[in-house]
């Protein structure tokens, strides 16, 4: 339709061979976007640098934190970087900063100078652990939705600018549909997890398309009955969802998730939060969207919560989901516990349909 733009921009148009998921004469019932990036960039990264520790170790952790933002704010590339924090399944606190990149040879040069440091063997991890987990998508393979234009959210920042209303959103399929790579491949998982072994260091080898969604929201502008309204109503729910992906969602091909609480730059949290969730595949993450009792409640609750609010919502959403290649893909660990993110990918809790293989290397 000719007042909705579609989500692929032009230069990313290819031969469909899939069909599309998008009902026959759609309309969207409410406005989103998508960030739209420069023709030349082929390719971004996502970096994630995560610490955990319990009790007194927090300050090794903040130290090692102040100083990873330090060399990030001086690194090339005009990388845009966030910091966000949560507790795990395990009781460890645990802080992530992430460094977005749209020059992957910078990244490239500053990982190699500065950024493996993070996991160097050399580094004191008594109590303390500290982990690298890197995706490097060509811009085929991830997509990005905003329910707003003045407040973007992670990898949205490095864009160039912002789509007019997009029509591929508000169904179930919509995410496959706005990713440009999904015209012509299914997306299909391949290869099972394995990890390698260099010293104290451990690496994970996932799956073949490897699916990552980060999914957020803020509510900072929002007071009075509409923060009751989210905090009471909508929040609950989603944390129970998040909750139950983190303690139970492997059997349904969610290795990990975080539920993560955005901190300013100086560490305060702020009333922002999203999940983080990697998965075997986009196939199992939609079976979950689509069908499992708990998204099924959160969406609920939020069709409640924007049924009741109308166009006065202050309420900003957004997400980006990501689909990586083998080899766009780093997973590097080093005193963590073993349900640490990817590594969860090779525990004895992911269920038969997930079973991996450990191969040592010298």
């Given amino acids: 339709m000719s007042d909705y733009e579609s989500a692929i921009p032009a230069h990313l148009v290819s031969g469909r061979t899939c069909p599309v998921r998008?009902?026959?004469?759609?309309?969207?019932?409410?406005?989103?976007?998508?960030?739209?990036?420069?023709?030349?960039?082929?390719?971004?990264?996502?970096?994630?640098?995560?610490v955990q520790w319990k009790g007194d170790n927090h300050r090794v952790a903040r130290e090692a934190v102040v100083g990873l933002c330090r060399e990030l704010a001086r690194a090339a590339g005009s990388p845009r970087v966030e910091r966000a924090r949560y507790l795990d399944e395990r009781g460890y606190e645990?802080?992530?900063?992430?460094?977005?990149?749209?020059?992957?040879?910078?990244?490239?040069?500053?990982?190699?100078?500065?950024?493996?440091?993070?996991?160097?063997?050399?580094?004191?991890?008594?109590?303390?652990?500290?982990?690298?987990?890197?995706?490097?998508?060509?811009?085929?393979r991830f997509e990005t939705l905003f329910s707003a234009v003045d407040r973007l959210e992670g990898i949205g920042r490095l864009g160039?600018?912002?789509?007019?209303?997009?029509?591929?959103?508000?169904?179930?399929?919509?995410?496959?549909?706005?990713?440009?790579?999904?015209?012509?491949?299914?997306?299909?998982?391949?290869g099972t997890p394995s990890v390698t072994h260099d010293g104290p260091r451990t690496r994970v080898h996932p799956v073949d398309n490897l699916c990552l969604i980060r999914s957020g929201q803020d509510w900072t502008d929002a007071d009075g009955d509409e923060r009751a309204l989210y905090l009471n109503d909508v929040e609950p729910v989603l944390r129970t969802g998040m909750n139950f992906l983190r303690d139970a969602g492997r059997?349904?091909?969610?290795?990990?998730?975080?539920?993560?609480?955005?901190?300013?730059?100086?560490?305060?949290?702020?009333?922002?939060?999203?999940g983080m969730s990697w998965w075997r595949s986009l196939g199992d993450l939609e079976r979950w969207a689509e069908s499992h009792p708990t998204h099924v409640a959160i969406f609920g609750a939020a069709l409640r919560y924007l049924s009741t609010m109308g166009p006065a919502a202050t309420l900003r959403l957004y997400h980006e989901v990501t689909v990586a290649a083998a080899d766009e893909q780093f997973f590097e660990y080093l005193g963590c516990h073993d349900e640490t993110g990817m590594l969860a990918?090779?525990?004895?809790?992911?269920?038969?349909?997930?079973?991996?293989?450990?191969?040592?290397?010298?």
């Fill in 160 to 190: 160039r600018t912002l789509s007019g209303e997009i029509r591929e959103h508000g169904y179930w399929g919509g995410m496959r549909d706005r990713l440009p790579i999904a015209a012509a491949s299914a997306l299909e998982p391949s």
């Fill in 345 to 362: 990918s090779t525990s004895h809790r992911s269920g038969a349909a997930l079973d991996s293989q450990v191969v040592e290397t010298s």
């Fill in 94 to 140: 645990t802080e992530i900063v992430i460094g977005y990149w749209d020059d992957d040879e910078a990244f490239n040069r500053w990982f190699t100078e500065i950024g493996s440091e993070w996991t160097a063997p050399t580094r004191h991890t008594d109590g303390v652990g500290f982990f690298v987990e890197v995706l490097r998508p060509s811009v085929r």
């Fill in 251 to 274: 059997p349904l091909g969610c290795f990990a998730n975080r539920y993560m609480t955005v901190l300013s730059d100086d560490g305060d949290p702020l009333d922002k939060t999203f």
């Fill in 22 to 50: 998008t009902p026959h004469d759609f309309r969207p019932p409410y406005p989103s976007y998508t960030a739209r990036f420069d023709p030349v960039t082929t390719r971004v990264v996502m970096a994630y640098f995560g």
